[in-house]
Each structure stands twice: as C-alpha cells, then as structure tokens.
C-alpha cells in the first residue's frame, strides 16, 4: 500500500506542476505556430499551374513559366539572373537564379585571428512539367501541381520568408531549373557555371520535386552517402532537418511527418557493381543529381511511398483512386489539381498549403543551424564576448 500512496502521491505533484504550466490566462502570451505562412506559396503553385499546364521542356509555355518566376522574384524586391541554355537539338530553356548574401561565417587560424569564411546553400527547383499540349488528353485537366508547381510555391515561399532571418550565416541561391525532365539539363547548366571557390564552399544543395501527389512526404540524401566513409558527413543535413520537424511539433500543429526511406531492400544503387542498402536515399532523380556528382551533400523532398519490399513495387501513391497508372502521380496525365484536389484538400485542412509552408520552414531552420565548417557571425561575437 505505501508503493500506491507514494505513486499516488507523484502523480498529484505531476498535475499540480503541469497545471500553471499549461493553463492561460488572457495576460499569456499567444502560442505562436511554426511555418504559418499563410497561402502564398500554395496559391503561387494553384496560379502557376493554371496557366502553364503544358509547360514541357523547351516549349513556349516553358518560358512563358520562367518569366512568371521572375516576376514573382521581383514582386519580393529581388534582383533576378537569367541563364540561358540549349540542348543539341537547338531547343532553348532558362534558369532563373536569386543570389542572397549572409552575414558569414569565421574560422581561427594557426595564430589565432579570425578569418571570415563565405559558405553557400543552394536551393532549387524545377519549373517545367512532363508534357506538352499535345501529348496528353485534355480530360484529365493535367496541370503539373505537383511535378512541380508544388516545388515552385516552395521555392517563393523560402524566397518571401527568408527576409525574416536576419541573423543567417550563409550566403543562399534560389534557383528555378528549367528542363527538368530533360535529364535535369538546367540543374546541370547552373552547376557546370560554377567557379571552383563557389561550388567549393556548397555547404547543401535542397533539391523540392513532387511533394504534392504521394501519400508522405520524404527527404534523402544523395547518391554520394553511399560511398564508404562518406555516409555520415553526407547525410549530416540531412539529419538536421530531420531534427527541425522533431524539434518545432509539425506534426501536432499541421499533421506534417517528413519520412526516412527505411525500408533496407539491398540491390545496386548507384551502379558501382556492389550491393547498398536502401535506406535514406530515393530511387526517385531529379535536380540534385548533378550535385550529388560533384560530391556536395544533397536533402531531396519528395512525396512519394516507399514501405514496400521491392523496388519494382514503388510508387507514389497507395490510394486506391488514384491508380490508373500504377500508383504513380509524376510524369503521368492525372498530375492534375482537378483530381489531386478532392483527395487533398478538406474544409479543415489544404494538404498542398500544409506541405510547402512545412518543407520551406525545414529548410530555413535547418539553415540556421550553422556549417561544419565555420562558426557562425553570432557564434564568433559570443566568443569574443566571453
């Protein structure tokens, strides 16, 4: 009996602890929600995707979509780069890049002074589509919401919320790839135009790609995290973004997981004649690719499923409404905000909205967690403070 009156006893201490705790009073100050950014990005991407729908690589409406991304860089009082390139059958595609500069970052030399470091953080996302006009029946009300307008809302979200973080380190590039689809040919034009020093101080490339149409939103690291001795040091911001949804209760606030990949199937991921194992990594390609080559970590979102026991077996999606073409939404006719919609989309709850307000939240606070390379200009001042 005095094991029950001693535990008894506990529990009563806990409530009456907890109870100031938690209650409010109107003198309390207001509970504030994390990536409460309100519609903006999923209207960019609702508004994007109604009038680019056949936005192919190297189209008219391809362009007419880049310019609207420059636009709405500009409408944010952003200086916007265009970068044009082709590919080898005379077709024409652009990039639309933001350069924003950060405080910086120091590092001590052998004697002690302090040397200001430039460390970068790019972030990217694909603005064409998979098909054109043509190619697809008008029926389906095809539009690309989520390959990858969602990207899109992402990127101008981050673009219209980063002017909130006046304390971060890193210098950042926004970056619209065009050509996606053509095996990433804008990401691929952007990284090759890289200068040593710039590519050299990448800390991170945040690739967004079809966080819409699949039933849980992932994020993985790159091909690169595979090579022995590189799978921490590789998957190490990855890790952190990871940390960010744990740490900020998205889940509580919006009902946001952001997944690992763990389903451990072992098979030859990257080609190199040996077995890995698929865990934190996508089978799924997309502008990190030629980032992951030059040997830069990589977080890629995605939305997709991947708890299956065969890699054939992948897709995006599970619901049973949607499996007219295997479960896959990207790069199919019902990439659709008229079919995706109805299954997405609740009088309480606009999963579109929920998804680019928490993946660009991610990235933001995962960025203000410092390099591996450098302290921090507020990590700096505090150690000449003390």
Known sequence: MSRIRKLIALLLSMIIFIIPVTSCSDDDDEVILQADYGSYGADIAREFASLYPYRRAYTEQEAAAGEYIRSK???????????????????????????????????????????????????????????????????????????????IGVLLTIAAQIKNYEDLSFDVILVAFGAGNDNYAGAQAFASSLTDEVAGSIDCMYCIDSIYGGDKVYASAGYNSL???????????????????????????????????????????????????????????????????????????????????????????????????????????IDSSTILDPFMV?????????????????????????????????????????
Request: include cysteine; charge should be negative.
């Open 73 to 151: 860089f500009e409408e944010l009082g952003y200086e916007v780069s265009k970068q044009d390139f082709s590919n080898l059958y005379g077709g024409t595609s652009s990039n639309y890049i933001v350069n924003i500069s950060g405080k910086g970052f120091f590092s001590i030399d052998e004697f002690g002074n302090p040397q200001e470091v430039r460390r970068t953080i790019v972030i990217g996302a694909h603005y064409d589509d998979a098909f054109s006009e043509d190619q697809v029946d008008s029926s389906y009300g095809y539009d690309g919401i989520s390959d990858n307008a969602s990207g």
């Open 227 to 333: 090579i022995m001795n590189q799978k921490y040091p590789m998957r190490r911001k990855l890790y952190q973004a990871y940390d960010v949804v744990y740490d900020s209760l998205l889940y509580s606030q919006y009902g946001f997981s952001l997944y690992y990949n763990e389903c451990g199937i072992i098979t030859d991921l990257n080609g190199d004649g040996f077995d890995d194992i698929y865990r934190e990594v996508s089978a799924n390609k997309s502008d990190y690719v030629p980032f992951d080559n030059m040997n830069i970590p990589i977080v890629y979102f995605d939305s997709a499923d991947y708890f299956f026991d065969n890699m054939d077996e992948m897709k995006d999606t599970k619901n049973l409404n949607l499996q007219e073409f295997g479960g896959m939404i990207r790069s199919t006719p």
């Open 346 to 386: 609740t009088e309480e709850r606009d999963l579109l909205q929920v998804r680019i307000n928490c993946v660009a939240y991610v990235i933001l606070e995962s960025m203000m967690k410092g390099s591996d390379y450098a302290m921090t200009y507020n990590e700096y001042m505090s150690l000449q403070e003390g």
